[in-house]
């Protein structure tokens, strides 16, 4: 027993030491661009994606001189890492040229319709509208297309700094929210919704509208406040009037592989087979297609999967301070608690939790969600949206405090609107 108990501790520092170093990132990214000889290891430290996978590695490690290799082997065997093998299979097909013009089509036509500036409506909608289109498509697919639009709009030169902080913490706070009018896109409702009986119907009955408002509030308000940095140049930037049409065939290929991808979501061997085709189909149309996600796709499913083994053995402190709470203090403690620990985590200790009230369920759920966009690891998309979008800021790294200031508001009307309707 006290052996367990050692690893255990060694396990929660080491997970705290992950914490540091992912509010620590963007200061190794500073001190790499000022030196010559150690410049490529610490670029490799102030990668947020690396930093989990990292300390995973060293946690492996420590198990194997203290409780054996065989145990820390079946350990990190006995992880489920289904959510990363997903979130990377659909980041690439989502970032697709295919998926991804046809999702800014739709976004064109309704902008065109709307009557204010094209760049304004289309940023809105793409704060507003891709967010909710999460709650069909899945939270890290609405994140990754979201975030690809939005580069070229708000996250560039030109764009004070922290407005784009403010831009990255609404973005993060509505794809958190946004995913749940239904039961199986955000990932913190699909830890629960079998075990609790939550359908589709429930989320939008209890969750859905509520998070609705709160959407349009955060997105509201943000248009309004970068509107006079958004130009028409920019949200016609991409456009190439020589560029080969795609064969609507290309795109339907594409989309139907998304949705393969999200219907098969717990079935990893089936989506993965569906990604295989979807890889050998994209090399025989290379012509309709741009370079793949590839790269940011792994680092943000290594950085998961770090993740999923650094928080498996966070069960012992964290699930006693779930099930000590009122519900009222249930939803505070679980805002905070999501700030350093990955939402879904949280839902799936309440999950384990005999006898929990449907209030007590309701707030956990409320909270969890509405402190999704506080930090990097808070919500499992979010890796995705900094992986796609660090480049548009200073020194090409995203400040965790910067992050954490920019979805304090948002996060406040979210909280408002799970707590007063």
């Known amino acids: 027993m006290n052996e367990i108990s050692n690893i255990n501790i060694i396990a929660a520092i080491i997970f705290a030491i992950a914490l540091i170093h992912t ?34 590695f060293v946690l492996i490690g420590v198990m194997a001189l203290t409780v ?23 980041m690439v097909i989502a970032a697709s040229k295919p998926v991804l013009e046809t999702v800014k089509g739709l976004v064109t036509v309704l902008a065109k319709a709307i009557p204010i500036r094209t760049a304004v409506a289309r940023v809105w909608l793409c704060m507003f509208m891709v967010p909710l289109i999460g709650s069909l498509i899945t939270e890290p697919a609405a994140m990754t297309l979201a975030a690809l ?39 913190p409702v699909l830890m629960v919704a079998a075990t609790w009986g939550w359908d589709s119907a429930f989320m939008a009955a209890n969750f859905g509208w509520k998070a609705a408002i709160a959407v349009f ?14 130009s028409e140049s920019d949200s016609a930037s991409g456009n190439n009037p020589q560029e080969v049409p795609m064969p609507p065939i290309v795109a339907l290929v594409h989309l ?44 943000v499913g290594f950085f998961l999967a770090g993740l999923v083994v650094l928080g498996g ?17 249930l939803f505070f403690g679980a805002l905070g608690l999501t700030a350093i620990t990955d939402n879904a985590a949280l839902t799936y200790l309440g999950s384990l939790i005999e006898g929990m009230s449907d209030q007590a369920k309701y707030m956990l759920m409320a909270g969890a969600v509405a402190g999704g966009g506080l930090t990097v690891i808070a919500n499992a998309p979010n890796p995705a949206g900094v992986a796609l979008l660090r480049a548009g800021f200073r020194h090409g790294a995203i400040g965790i ?21």
């Open 217 to 230: 509030i955060n997105a509201t308000v943000l248009t309004f406040l970068i509107r006079s940095h958004l």
């Open 401 to 421: 405090g910067g992050l954490l200031a920019g979805a304090i508001l948002p996060t406040i009307v979210a909280a408002a609107m799970f707590l007063m309707l």
């Open 23 to 56: 509010f620590a990132a963007k200061s190794f990214e500073k001190l790499a661009h000022k030196s010559t000889k150690h410049s490529g290891l610490l670029h490799l430290l102030g990668e947020i994606e690396v930093v989990f996978g990292l300390w995973a």
């Open 313 to 329: 053995m966070q069960q012992w402190w964290l699930q006693p301070i779930v099930s000590g709470l009122q519900p009222t203090a």
């Open 68 to 90: 054996g290799g065989q145990e820390a082997l079946e350990y990190a065997e006995t992880r489920h890492y289904t959510e990363p093998l997903f979130v990377f299979v659909i």
């Open 149 to 187: 639009m939005l580069a070229p709009l708000v996250f560039r030169e030109g764009m004070p700094e922290w407005k784009k902080y403010a831009a990255l913490g609404v973005l993060f706070v509505n794809i958190s929210i946004g995913g749940t009018l239904t039961s199986f896109a955000a990932p």
């Open 256 to 299: 139907l592989a998304l949705a393969g991808v999200v219907l098969f979501a717990h079935h990893p061997v089936i989506f993965l087979a569906i990604f295989l085709f979807f890889l050998g189909f994209t090399k025989a149309y290379a012509p309709y297609q741009n370079p793949l996600v590839l790269k940011e796709a792994l680092l």
